[in-house]
Structure formats: C-alpha cells, structure tokens
C-alpha cells in the first residue's frame, strides 16, 4: 500500500515538470507521429515520456553513448502504445539496452541425436519477459526516417511488453474486460492463419512475413502496421484493426486520413 502510494506521488511529481525545449525539439525532429496526434493527445504524451524517463533506466552497449536524443526518442515511440490505454509503464521492464547497430546474439540447440549446435544471428531489438529491451540505434533511427514503411523496432518489441503483461506472450495482450478476449483471439487466430497462408503460398499481403512465426509475433508485426500503414491495414484486414483499435484506445487511420475510421 505505501510503495502504492509512493509511486503514484513520484509520478504525480515527474508528470508536473516542465518538458524540457530541447526534448520537445527531438520529438519534433525524430517522431514524426507526434506530429499527428491533436493537443490533448500530445500534452499527455510528454507526460508519460516524463514518468517512463523518470522510471526506467537507459545502459549503452558495444561503446554506445546514451544521450537525451536515445531516451527521449525511444521514450516517446514507446508510450505511443500507452496514450489510449489503461495500463502501467510496461511493469515488467526496468531498463533498456541500446547498442550502435544491430547485434549478435547466440542460441544453443540440442538435436534429436543430442548433438549441440550453436548458431549466431544479427538482432535489431529485441524483449526479454520481465527483463529489459533491446534496441540497435540505427534501426530505431531507420524506423523513424518512414513513419509509413510499417517498419518500427521500437513498436515492435513494446508490444511484446504488453503482450507479456499476462504472464505470456501468446499474441493476446490485457484487454479492458475478459469478455473481448472471444472476439480477440477469433479474429487473431484467423488472420494469423491467413498470413501463414498468403506466405506459404506467395500470394500479395501488406504485414511483414515475421508476423507468422507464431501469435507474439503476429501481435508485434500488426502493431507496427496498425500504427505506420493503418489505412491500408484498415481496408485490407477490417475486423483485425478493428481489433487493435480496442487493444491501444486510438484510431491512427482517422489521424492519416483527415476522418474518423467505420471501423468499430
């Protein structure tokens, strides 16, 4: 009850203070997104930019040096997932690691035979389940340069945080009531196959080929397209934004195209 109490009261202290100009200059500069939100959505942003700035701790890795530039940018693409839900700052994670480009990560695998294999693959970001997140820079900056690519490391990997706020990644992430988990996983479990399918068999789609990995995965892929290319996720997949549009409390179709969406 008192850590309860504390933390609301250090929250309340670090929303209060005054965004810093040169903060708001790198929102402008590198969050194109911002700039499409309305006043009331943008003054809220800078609050919860405050608190996850306040609450999280940034580490450099492979000698890369953490600026203001890093925190804010990274801050303000991650509480873009937050601005229409109620929810923690992503409780589960307390810091985040960034190294200058993408880097390497080592797996271990025993066969059927019990043969040991050891295999290295280049990661851009990645999301450890009450752990940290993992980012490369220059991916987080490739993101940013095409707000419209349906490409964002950073979308990407927090939405694995919300998705794991369950106590599983498993592609369904806390909804408001229980009750929308029918619709959710009906509707999930369908496009997820869908993309399967449409990879499979080479046919033309709009989401990213990782999104049928598995449900974590298609979660994360449509994350990144509900809030880059909604319109097009809008006409081609209805049933699937409209499903995203409850999960994140906002309509980013309405805010590219002038309009509020007839998805509901």
């Known amino acids: 009850m008192l850590n309860s109490i504390m933390k609301k009261r250090r929250r309340k202290k670090a929303a209060a203070a005054p965004f ?15 700039k499409l939100l309305s006043e009331d959505e943008k003054a809220r942003l800078q609050e919860h930019i405050k608190i996850f700035l306040a609450e999280k701790r940034f580490e450099g890795c492979g000698g890369f040096e953490i600026t203001d ?36 990560v080592r797996d271990r695998y025993e066969m059927e035979d019990g043969t040991v294999v050891e295999e290295a693959d280049d990661f ?31 979308f990407h990997e927090f939405a694995h945080q919300l998705d794991g706020e369950t106590g599983e990644e498993n592609g369904a992430p806390p909804l408001e009531d229980p009750s929308m988990y029918g619709e959710w996983n009906r509707v999930m479990k369908r496009e997820f196959e869908r993309l399967r399918g449409d990879v499979e068999r080479r046919r ?39 499903q995203l549009k409850i999960c994140y409390g906002q309509d980013p179709a309405a805010r590219h195209g002038g309009g509020k969406s007839t998805s509901s």
């Open 20 to 34: 810093p100009p040169e903060w708001l200059r790198i929102l402008y500069r590198n969050v194109p997104y911002y």
């Open 69 to 104: 530039e890093t925190r804010v940018t990274i801050a303000a693409l991650a509480c873009i997932l937050l601005l229409g839900r109620r929810t923690d700052y992503f409780p589960g994670m307390k810091s985040i690691l960034v190294y200058p480009e993408s880097f390497e």
């Open 124 to 154: 851009m970001g990645e999301s450890w389940a009450l752990g940290p997140v993992v980012l490369a820079w220059d991916e987080v900056l490739e993101s940013v340069a095409d707000p419209m690519d349906g490409y964002n490391v950073v």
């Open 204 to 242: 033309p789609h709009i989401l990213d080929d990782y999104g049928d990995e598995n449900p974590a995965e298609f979660f994360a892929v449509v994350t990144e397209a509900f809030f880059e290319m909604p319109r097009a996720l809008l006409r081609r997949h209805p049933e699937l934004y409209a």
